[in-house]
């Protein structure tokens, strides 16, 4: 039978029997008023919640606006200015790296069985299309060049040749043995590319965004242009605390001078989470300078405070050299470029005279090289046909 207010409690006297059920009463009165009631604490305490979660929304808000505010005057600049030295984003290789991945183990796999000058994981970069991979045409004199140089004929076996449109492909495939296809879907590389066409300008920019997924990859990379003769290993003459070298048109004497004035042809770079993100920077910015090139681009973002964490050195044209600034000492002399040259068969005409003049040179004897008083054939009107 249920107990009603009246009834005793069993084993214990009335007296004690009220007193528990008037505290209990008193409670839970108290509770319910400190709940209900306009000045209990209860109240205070459901005040405060709201105000903390109102002023968590307006702060929320705000920041929000802010953020749409900076990527209107920003549009370009996806990262903060100091993340260059925070730890990399979580950018994964994708199945379409797949070949990519297996071309430049390949390639650096030779590095460290044949125990070359090259660091492990290194790998020499270049990119043609079908005109420049012609027989007889540019493709021919750069791997010559490799054959003719001082130590430059074992770094073939490091050399990805990076072809963007089938019949350059095909050329690689029959007389080199890392090729790879870069395909973009619904353009035509095939063509000399005429400078600062839409074509070259798509054309650059394409294998930015190449360079940067084989960083992601994990691989540090020499890049060169195929307009490029190798007369020496550049890897002794390479600055051991820049993560990004690049060469120069004109180079005004310090390496770590940002208005020296850059050539995007010729490159080292080391994959780390810094040259991440300045090659996706560098690739974006394009949408801020329309109708530029990498080159100009960088040379629009080299002072960016987004860039300061980024060890950035310029190579010398003393030892890097090219039509714009030629080496003057073969002794010394690493590289020739191309460059400051318009049209494709007046760079072909050019770098034939630059590589036989080479060969010349090398047929003296070591100790009499030092004596020999020599002058390039070309470039002669600054190449320009």
Known sequence: MMTTPTDEIPGSDNGEHHHVRETLR??????????????????FLVRRLS?????????????????????????????????????AIGDTPSDDDHELSKVLR??????????????????????LNSAWAEPGSILDLFLESFRAGNGTQQLMDNLVIVSLDRKAHQRCRAIHRHCYALATPGVNFTGDAFFMTDEYLLMMWRRIDFMASVLRLGYDFVFTDADILWFRTPFPQFHQDADFQIACDTYLGSASDRHNIPNGGFVY???????????????????????????????????????DALQIKFLDTAYFGGFCQPVKDLNVAITMHANCCVGLQTKVHDLRNVLDDWKRFAKFPMEERSGVSFDWRSPRVRCRG
């Open 106 to 127: 390949r390639a650096s796999t030779l590095t460290t069985s044949r125990g070359s000058s090259i660091p492990s994981k290194t790998v020499i970069l270049t990119t």
């Open 269 to 307: 770079a080391r994959s780390n989470h810094r040259t991440l993100h300045f090659y996706k920077y560098w690739y974006n910015s394009r949408d801020r300078f329309p109708g530029k090139h990498d080159q100009d681009v960088f040379n629009e973002i080299k002072f960016d405070p987004f860039l």
């Open 26 to 43: 008193r409670t839970s009165n108290d509770s319910k008023s400190s709940f209900s009631s306009p000045g209990g604490e209860g109240v």
């Open 51 to 87: 105000k903390v979660k109102m002023s968590a929304a307006v702060c929320f808000w705000v920041a929000l606006c802010f953020l749409v505010l900076h990527d209107s005057i920003y549009p370009s600049a996806p990262y903060s200015v100091g993340i260059l030295s925070s730890p």
